[in-house]
């Protein structure tokens, strides 16, 4: 068990609506990572929060949005979603940022219908 | 652009048979390398970090070095539960971001 916590587990949705997906991450951790992991593209790195700012940003799409509360919990929106959009979503945190080793959480199995 | 390349794809090996796997990697400047053990459908699992050619860390079975160019898992002995995907991810000296390689999926047979 890494410490980071990821929900739901599971999503299944129809093309065009909207989802939340959430993370806590690992107590003392201040950056929060996303991550969408296809079977042809692998882990891609999406956009990184630290305590509540964004600090760097990946091949995240415009269609995809993320923000990190006062709690430090992170909350990634993926909208107008497409068949293309299913995949396993993937949160990771560390203390600080990517020099710091990531810890993943155990992913969110997004299915567009 | 930065690229991280692991081979093989696949690695079958019987119990005991031991093996390397491969990560190379075209960055600039790289700042760390990160090796992670991924069970499918989980998360991935943290073994090492690498941050100077000629580093060498041990876990167990499993061993990791890195030159200016590429970085080896060495698995020595492997066991059956040793299964899994072997990803490899660097960061580079934007500092900003784990790129990752495709992963080596291997298989290791009683």
């Known amino acids: 068990d890494s410490g980071v916590t990821q929900t739901p587990k599971h999503l299944i949705t129809a093309t065009g609506q909207r989802v939340t997906l959430r993370c806590s991450p690992r107590?003392?951790?201040?950056?929060v990572y996303w991550y969408q992991q296809s079977l042809d593209q692998g882990l891609q790195f999406l956009i990184q929060y630290y305590n509540g700012e964004e600090r760097a940003k990946g091949n995240i799409l415009e269609r995809f949005s993320a923000q990190q509360f006062p709690d430090l919990h992170s909350e990634l929106n993926l909208s107008s979603l497409e068949l293309g959009d299913s995949a396993l979503y993937f949160c990771?945190?560390?203390?600080?940022?990517?020099?710091?080793?990531?810890?993943f959480g155990p992913g969110t199995r997004l299915t567009v219908l | 652009e930065d690229q991280v390349t692991q081979s093989p794809e696949a690695l079958r090996l019987q119990e005991g048979e031991s093996s390397s796997l491969n990560c190379s990697y075209t960055?600039?400047?790289?700042?760390?390398l990160f090796w992670y053990r991924q069970d499918p459908g989980k998360g991935p699992e943290f073994l090492f970090t690498?941050?100077?050619a000629g580093e060498e860390k041990e876990k167990e079975r499993l061993k990791a070095t890195l030159t200016k160019k590429e970085s080896f898992l060495h698995i020595t002995a492997p066991k059956p539960e040793d299964s899994a995907t072997y990803l490899c991810a660097v960061v580079d000296n934007q500092g900003g971001k784990l790129i990752f390689g495709q992963g080596t999926e291997l298989s290791v047979k009683p």
């Open positions: 960055v600039s400047g790289l700042r760390g």
């Open positions: 990771a945190s560390s203390v600080e940022g990517a020099l710091d080793t990531q810890y």
């Open positions: 107590s003392g951790d201040l950056s």
């Open positions: 690498l941050y100077s």
